[in-house]
């Protein structure tokens, strides 16, 4: 006997829980829902299994295979349309040729199923329908048999008024194959709708079985919730994962390779899954805790259902709530009843989430915030559209076309109709969608759009200095390797877009007040010549092409497959220098790789590098604004490494009267500027900062700690191929390697920490920091930097979250640890 599985739902019902999964996907107790009843089937001695999909099929069929795992048949039908239950089982008719049972894969039951097949048989029946009785029959289809089991009518989801019996349709139907015949094809077509009152009209062999045991429709999330709860009081039998062990009374359920503090509590019944961490004197009650999770120390979950991969930090409390896949929870953070965090979503430290809450995936919920209300796609919960020159949002749910459209439209009526703008983006599918919804709204307010499609950065500063244009604009996957997209605004002059004018647009956007052009002055798209030979030529006369031409010096490039690998290599091969490329094509589909695969990366360039013998090994982001370098020896320099050998390499070879720096900075480019009688200049720590640094003076050079470098002449923004090319210069003209440049610094040590703070005490913890360090030597460049004889520490409040950040440098790991640990208590304290 063959089974048919229904996999089709959408999950409107279920959704956050359904925003990245379908609906049968959905994890019960550690499996997926639909998992359950390929077990019930195969306990039932069904093993050849159809499944019907429709919405979001491939998870289901990855996940499944062939079915050997479970020790069944798959095979699967998508549906060409939404024909209904019914029309979607008459599409997949052919694999159909024998008595079959139909079941939702999106039901908790554990049923006899034999016996209701053997009720069919006996009945002769052409179909059965399985029936259950129910407290509240209103939300379902009601089922009134005679007392042979012969369906006499039915009552689809009725009123009260209407209710004449309590059992229901459970969506489990035995049928023989001629059934089918009564189906029309392409049709949208229901099994309870139109299939059985026409069978019924025209007395057909429709008989009803009312089962006993337990069944679930999980339609709606407190419907979800309350299936954990049964299967963990033991009010529906289904199989748990892991190995069973009483405690004192209570059961648990534990996975493999799961680590328990000794002083860890549970009561009533809980299941842990695989490879979870759970600290000391957390305390779980009747929850699940899926694999690969981390429950911190005095911890209190009280029945939750968690996914997979979730983390809980330190000291939070949550109460029946629902954690899906990589949600985080952070330190003494409060979930109260009934909230949701789906896939990704982030509650940061001391932040409070009250009751019915629900937390789309990958949203963001401030450190020490209160949220009452949901954030869902679409919203923003966020201080201010802008942060520096650039939006930012999850794509696709934040950033959609139709926002990116309207952003465009904003940013039109400031430049003002006939104005011109050049526009490039990143390689990935999702750049360029968002990207045209800008150009299109650009276009609706009468703005001529140069198209520079996918280009990085440094090329677009390039063609915006040439004073053709009004502006710019550069759309791109956030190189953090999150989800998030970013609409990166640039002057008409190159550098990033002023305070004033983001303002503006934020007035117009919030606003809407925005002219859009009449329908005959839309704006018109050109498609830009000789783009990157404009570059190439502007950057190869900011360089001493003479030095290359005896050198013999070696490099290994990681292009990282993005669009600096259609540029650097050219410049490289014109200046003779011998370059060996890794990942050299875009790819759309690697816009994380500098992020996300920087550890290999670096793995594999350490290697290449030592293998090749060659002189220095770098890595670009895939903007083309920030490096990574190993030296000869193969080793990885870090950012603030790097920072201090260059510097010192430049101070070298050019003696510069002026040097400026992030105040985030080691303290060793203070001696470095002293040794070389260069006056140093101390900036806030970002991009903006830097390039204001680099246009107040033609001949400074301005140093990053995020890989980022601007070196006079060329650009006023940051470069990473410049970058690349004034390093190897710098290494030739001063006869070294970057591994042999080494001083003092080797000897300092810094740490870090965050440490979260609401914003409405943000201004008070700045006062008692100043009051703190009146009669100090400090810095009050970005935040408060402390300088002593052996240490310093830099005290800064983050610009678009509820915290701060702490870093302190000193001759002792343990002495900068220390100062961190010292300045995180006095934060706490000050917050009071």
Known sequence: ??????????????????????????????????????????????????????????????????????????????AEADFGTAGSVKNAENFLDDRFIIISGDVVTDFDIS??????????????????????????????????????????????????????????????????????????????????PLMLSKKRKLYGYVASGYWKDIGNIEEYFQAHQDVLEGIVSLGIPGKKTKLNGNTLYLGNNSMISHSANFSGNVVIGDNV???????????????????????????????????????????ESILCHESYTGEAAIIDEECILSDGARVGDKAHIKRNVKIWPYKEVEAGATLSSSLIWGERWSRELFSDAKISGIGNAEITPEFASKVGAAYGALIGPGGSVAICRGASNASRMIYRAVISGMLSAGLNVADLQAAPIPVLRQVLKSGRFSGGINVRMSPRGNNEMEIIFFDFNGRDLPISKTKSIERLFFGEDFRRAPIEEAGSIEYPQRVYESYWESFLSHIDKNIFENSSIKVVIDYGFAGASEILPRILGSLGI???????????RQPFYFVQRQAKAIDQLSSIVKSLKADIGILLNSAAEKIRVVDEKGEAVSDQKLLLKVTRLYCDAFRPKKVAFPITSSAAVQQIASDYKAKLIWIPGDHQAMMDAASSNRNIFVGGTKGGFIFPGFQLGVDAMFAVIKILELMIKNKTDIGKVKGPWDQLFMSGKEVACSWSLKGQVMRRLMEFSENKKRLLIDGVRIVEDDYWILVRPDRKKALFHILAESESLEKSKELVKEFSSLIKKWQK
């Open 1 to 78: 006997m063959k089974a048919v599985i229904m996999a089709g739902g959408f999950g409107t019902r279920l959704r956050p829980l359904t925003a990245n999964l379908p609906k049968p996907m959905v994890p019960l107790v550690g499996r997926p829902v639909m998992e359950h009843i390929v077990i019930l089937l195969k306990k039932h001695g069904i093993t050849d299994i159809l499944a019907i999909l429709y919405f979001q099929s491939e998870q289901i069929r990855l996940y499944f295979g062939n079915g050997k795992k479970w020790g069944v048949k798959f095979d699967y039908v998508t």
């Open 115 to 196: 016996q209701a097949i053997e009720f069919h048989e006996g009945k002769k029946a052409d179909a059965t329908m399985v029936l259950t009785p129910v407290e509240d029959p209103v939300s379902y289809g009601i089922v009134i048999t005679s007392k042979s089991g012969k369906i006499t009518r039915f009552l689809e989801k009725p009123s009260w008024g209407k209710v004449f019996s309590d059992t229901v349709n459970t969506g489990i139907y035995i049928l023989e194959p001629g059934v089918l015949k009564m189906i029309p094809p392409k049709t949208e077509f229901d099994f309870s709708k139109n299939l059985f």
């Open 277 to 319: 961490r759970i600290g000391p004197r957390a305390k779980i009650y009747n929850s699940v805790v899926g694999s690969n999770s981390v429950i911190g120390r005095d911890v209190n979950i009280n029945r939750i259902v968690g996914w997979d991969k979730i983390s809980i930090g330190p000291q939070a409390r949550i109460s």
């Open 578 to 588: 011998d370059s060996v490329a890794l990942n050299s094509f875009v790819d759309p």
